[in-house]
């Protein structure tokens, strides 16, 4: 996808939005479009297992945005952050849940 277009990045400038729900197919669509970024919708509130990221991402950990809207903007609405700061202080409840997620992201390139 985008052959001619592909820069010195590596990828070309058409992605993808993939669903990371089925690993069999993530897997399939990263092999068809090795250069090509995914836009990862489902992290957080949709629940998508991190296993099933793992394989948006290209064997060097890139080649992937995964996204998080609703389990972060609303993070103040979720344990342990509303128990821990309620809506009074939500930014420290996403500033945390920023955070958690990037953790678990990394945890997961770094075993690919």
């Known amino acids: 996808m985008g052959k001619g277009l592909i820069d010195k ?3 070309s400038p058409i992605g ?16 068809i479009m090795p250069n090509t970024y995914f836009l990862v919708p489902g992290f957080g509130a949709q629940h998508a297992s991190l296993k099933n990221i793992a394989k948006c991402f290209n064997p060097n950990g890139y ?3 995964v996204n998080s809207s609703r389990s972060i ?5 979720l344990s ?3 128990e821990k700061y309620g809506t009074k202080h939500w930014e420290c409840a996403v ?4 955070i958690k997620m990037n953790k678990e992201l990394n ?3 770094g075993r690919i």
Do not use: F, H, M, Q
């Open 80 to 82: 342990p952050w509303k």
């Open 73 to 77: 903007i609303y993070a103040y609405n």
């Open 107 to 109: 945890d997961v390139i």
């Open 16 to 31: 993808a939005v993939v669903a990371s729900t089925n690993p069999k197919t993530t897997n399939n669509l990263r092999n």
């Open 63 to 65: 080649g992937a945005i």
């Open 95 to 98: 500033e945390e849940a920023v």
């Open 9 to 11: 990045s590596g990828y």
